[in-house]
């Protein structure tokens, strides 16, 4: 169902205690009790402040903006601080609260909230969220989505005869900032809950994009600049045994660029193009009404929901090319629409009082509404070969499934379950897929100090007729299918065990494998294998923790492909490893001192085979990341302290797609060169703390 962005606030205040027998007052015998010097202490309104606030100031030392992902901020040098969590109850039972985290840097958020249990509650908030990804040299100066090129920039037929990418070259960021607003507000009228939540993001930034003229690249920072305006309301009836939900869910998205356009740094070629020009997302909005209900009586319970929703495009075209006559467009804009209806159903029933059977059904449909006009078919900018009508991508999914859970005695409990799939696509690669999953479980936690949870399942996917790509200009091998369309059968294993070694001591093991084998593999997938597992070993004292951890996983994945008539094979190998150590001692020296340590070291490699007579290896591709995470905090008294925290990262990656890779590397690919990360930044955080 969906939740309201209060639901997880106030969660908590509305959600009554649960315990196996009815101590409650009204069940107790009060008709010859004396209740006339009763007085109700828990009664009393709660009143005062709670929580507390801190202000810091911190040093960035970064040389590279990936170290952003990790610290929240791409500032180097002194960056101010504050955070708080600040609680006012007041005499009726309202309480105000106040969330300040990390405000100062590019990841944070600011919150401001009041409710009253079972009356109302209201909640605005701004945060900001933000990804970074590299720094990169490109010769175009950006200015909204125009990347043009100096005044002084002399053409080429390659990128070596560029004089322009041997000498400086313009930084840019490759980051996206994200700014959310939002207003929620719920209101009870008895059993009657409403609400209305609206959200508002901007994004501005840069992101990594690609375009061609002819045969010649180029790497561009596309801009990013747009909005995303939400609204959900609706209201929540609950009965005795029952409980029904209206909602309406609507978006806005509007993009405040309607193109990228480029100077084109080649010399022009067939067709003299200078300059191209191509789409960036499109305006678009979509319009969402559900209505959902549960019921529920003795050994039984059924909860259903059904959506209905409406998504539009609209925006205007770009004209077919922008170098020489461009040919006629059929219409002005593109007039799209997607229709959606999403049902779901679920019965639950208790036949007996060790068996609980569940049945599910969903189902999901789409139906694209398009213009079926001729459009101009546009290899290139300025190279037009001939027209094409667009296909409408209808597509139907059902799912049902059947469990059984049984509990053989105390301890000791199974399940059992069947689920069924049936994909439908028009006018796509695949005409129609059935799987058929099946999976079992095993839990016995009998001993108390050993829990173990073994699983057992797998699927099988059958697709009925491959009919291969519309439109495509080239023949397509009945093998060569996309992969979440070829027929396979899938298996797969997971054991999980708890073990209490000792009182404060822990162990948690996990062994987990799959195996996915492919149907006619003389093109394709032909085999994927995945196994791993995971160690976790902990100890808690009153005062002290610590906890230990590994993982390892592989995957393996075999594929099979051909090359004018010469077939080749190739594999990929996966490894990926992590290990962890969590330290933490409160109350040292009088209760004054409190220090913590988390080390996390990860590590992933890929390894890619390509066999045509002679084996080659492709070359590396791989990460390596060390963070360690220090903390001391003193309390100079009972409300307040002094913190001091240290973030370190040491992180490297490689890629053989762009490793050691210059501007000018790729005669006809202008590139931002190489994208890999090896550096070790930190960040150094003092704050004073005050509670209330």
């Keep these: 169902m969906q939740r309201s962005l209060l639901a997880t606030l106030i969660g908590l205040v509305l959600s009554p205690a649960v315990s196996g027998a009815d101590f409650s007052l009204n069940r107790a015998n009060t008709a010859t009790a004396n209740t006339e010097q009763w007085q109700c202490e828990r009664c009393t309104p709660q009143m005062g402040t709670s929580g507390g606030f801190a202000i810091g100031i911190t040093e960035n030392s970064i ?3 990936h170290f952003a992902n990790e610290s929240g901020t791409d500032n180097d040098g002194l960056v101010p601080r504050l955070d708080a969590d600040v609680t006012q109850w007041y005499r009726n039972d309202i309480r105000t609260q106040l969330l300040i985290d990390q405000l100062g840097y590019d990841v944070s958020t600011l919150a401001l909230s009041a ?90 930034g840069h992101r990594q994009s690609g375009a061609t003229l002819i045969t010649n690249a180029v790497n ?39 193109a990228q356009r480029w100077d084109n740094p080649y010399t022009p070629t067939f067709g003299a193009a200078r300059a191209g020009q191509q789409s960036v997302a499109p305006d678009n909005s979509a319009h ?18 059904l959506v209905w929703g409406r998504h539009d495009q609209d925006d205007a075209f770009l004209p077919a090319t922008i170098t020489g006559p461009a040919p006629a467009l059929p219409a002005t804009d593109a007039d799209l629409q997607l229709d959606k209806i999403d049902f779901n159903l679920r019965y639950r029933i208790r036949p007996m009082r060790k068996m609980t059977l569940l049945a599910q059904y969903d189902y999901q449909d789409r139906d694209y509404d398009n213009p079926l006009q001729a459009y101009p078919y546009i290899i290139t900018d300025s190279v037009p070969a001939g027209s094409r009508v667009p296909v409408e991508l209808d597509t139907t999914d059902q799912k049902a ?137 902990s100890y808690y004292r009153e005062k002290f923790t610590a906890s230990v951890f590994y993982n390892a996983y592989n995957i393996d994945t075999r594929q099979v492909g051909s090359n004018t008539g010469a077939q080749w094979r190739g594999r990929q190998d996966d490894d990926a490893q992590s290990a962890g150590l969590n330290l933490e001692y409160r109350g040292a020296f009088d209760d004054r001192l409190d220090l913590g340590a988390n080390l996390v070291w990860a590590d992933s490699d890929t390894v890619t085979e390509i066999e045509n007579g002679l084996g080659s290896e492709l070359g590396p591709y791989d990460a390596t990341r060390t963070t360690l995470d220090l903390y001391s905090r003193y309390h100079l008294s009972e409300r307040s302290s002094v913190q001091l925290d240290l973030l370190y990262q040491d992180y490297e990656d490689r890629s053989y797609l762009n490793l050691g890779l210059d501007p000018n590397s790729i005669s006809n690919v202008l590139t931002f060169g190489d994208l890999s990360h090896d550096y070790d930044d930190y960040r150094l955080n003092l704050s004073y703390r005050h509670e209330f």
């Design 401 to 537: 499934s059947l469990s059984m859970n049984y509990r053989f005695y105390r301890g000791f409990s199974g399940e059992l379950g069947y689920r069924w799939r049936q994909q439908e696509w028009t006018a796509q690669p695949g005409d129609q897929a059935t799987t058929n999953a099946y999976w079992g479980i095993l839990r016995l936690n009998q001993w108390e100090p050993l829990a173990i949870r073994l699983e057992l399942g797998g699927e099988n996917r059958d697709l009925d007729n491959y009919l291969g790509t519309p439109n495509s200009d080239s023949i397509n091998d009945s093998a060569l299918r996309h992969y979440y369309l070829a027929s396979r059968d899938h298996a797969y294993a997971k054991l999980v065990a708890n073990y209490q070694i000792i009182e404060p001591l822990s162990l948690q093991l996990t062994l987990e494998g799959s195996d996915s084998d492919y149907d006619d593999p003389q093109v394709g997938l032909d085999e994927v294998e995945r196994s791993g597992y995971d160690i976790n070993l």
């Design 220 to 258: 561009l920072p596309e801009r990013v600049d747009d909005n995303t305006t939400s609204v959900a309301a609706g209201l929540n009836v609950v009965g005795g045994q029952w409980q029904v939900a209206f909602g309406y869910l609507g978006s806005q998205y509007d993009n405040d660029l309607d």
């Design 63 to 65: 040389s590279d903006i």
């Design 115 to 204: 409710d009253r249990a079972r009356d109302f509650a209201a909640l605005l908030s701004w945060r900001q969220l933000a990804w970074f990804g590299n720094t990169v040299r490109t010769p175009f100066n950006g200015n909204r989505g125009n990347h043009t090129l100096p005044g002084d920039w002399v053409e080429g037929s390659t990128t070596a005869q560029m004089p322009g990418l041997t000498g400086p070259l313009n930084p840019v960021d490759l980051k996206i900032e994200r700014d959310q607003f939002a207003l929620g507000l719920e209101k009870y009228f008895n059993q009657i809950r409403t609400y209305l939540d609206v959200k508002h993001e901007a994004r501005t």
């Design 288 to 305: 969402q009404f559900h209505i959902q209900g549960t019921w529920a009586a003795g050994i039984q319970s059924l909860s259903g929901q």
